[in-house]
């Protein structure tokens, strides 16, 4: 797919609720297959997991991104931020972190404008070791945010354990609010932001909102699209 150029990536903006800003994308990864159309990349990176064509994948999607990322700051200005999706098998990859940042620095970005979402299972199945990581990666200064955190396998008391930046909060913990009640109030007292991603009905925000919630992103806000579309709804936010 790679070489055949049917690899492509997408981005969607993140909103600052307070304001009404765009104050970031999240990136995402899509394989324009000639046959399927365009696929999600949990229909793919799965099965890229099992080898090392994985490590060639993100590596170009990084790149790719922070192209992009760099174009989107010339319009937004520098604290435009991007959020990047990375596997398991990369995040604990030695060697991995300083690839971002030589990658990063050459696009002539700052550290501070990227932001790694990972799982939340992986704090609890591989805590110690990315304890370690996490610490590299906050004396970078790249942020760490955990994508689809749902308080399953890791409870609230334990967050202080890793030098988290954010939350984003999986569909069901949007709907619980005694849940959100809990975590507004951990927001308040460590500085962890919550966000709430895949919103697609507009009375909700105000809801999560009023619960803690500072960013939120989806339909009810802006569709993912291109590098092009993105650009030029950019351009109507700036």
Excluded at 43 to 57: G, I, K, T, Y
Excluded at 88 to 100: D, I, P, S, V
Aim: contains cysteine; negative net charge; glycine residues 6%.
């Amino acid at each position: 797919a790679l070489l055949e150029n049917e690899v492509c990536m997408h981005y969607q903006p993140v909103v600052r609720l307070e304001s009404g800003t765009v104050s970031g994308v999240e990136a995402f990864m899509r394989w324009n297959h000639k046959r399927k159309g365009l696929l999600r990349a949990e229909w793919f990176l799965p099965f890229a997991e099992h080898s090392d064509v994985v490590f060639e994948l993100e590596a170009w999607a990084v790149r790719r991104a922070c192209s992009a990322l760099k174009r989107f700051q010339q319009v937004m200005g520098k604290m435009f931020f991007l959020g990047l999706n990375v596997s398991l098998k990369n995040a604990l990859r030695l060697g991995f972190l300083e690839e971002l940042i030589e990658v990063v620095l050459e696009h002539g970005l700052s550290p501070a404008s990227i932001v790694l979402e990972v799982r939340e299972e992986w704090l609890k199945y591989f805590a110690e070791r990315f304890s370690n990581v996490f610490a590299e990666v906050d004396k970078a200064g790249v942020s760490i945010v955990v994508d689809h955190f749902d308080a399953t396998h890791i409870s609230l008391a334990d967050l202080h354990r890793f030098p988290l930046r954010g939350l984003k909060l999986d569909a069901a913990l949007q709907n619980d609010q005694n849940m959100l009640q809990s975590l507004s109030a951990i927001s308040e007292s460590t500085g962890i932001i919550l966000v709430a991603p895949g919103v697609e009905d507009k009375a909700r925000l105000q809801s999560l909102q009023d619960h803690g919630c500072a960013y939120a992103q989806g339909e009810a806000l802006a569709p993912v699209m291109d590098e092009t579309a993105l650009l030029a709804y950019l351009q109507t936010r700036s």
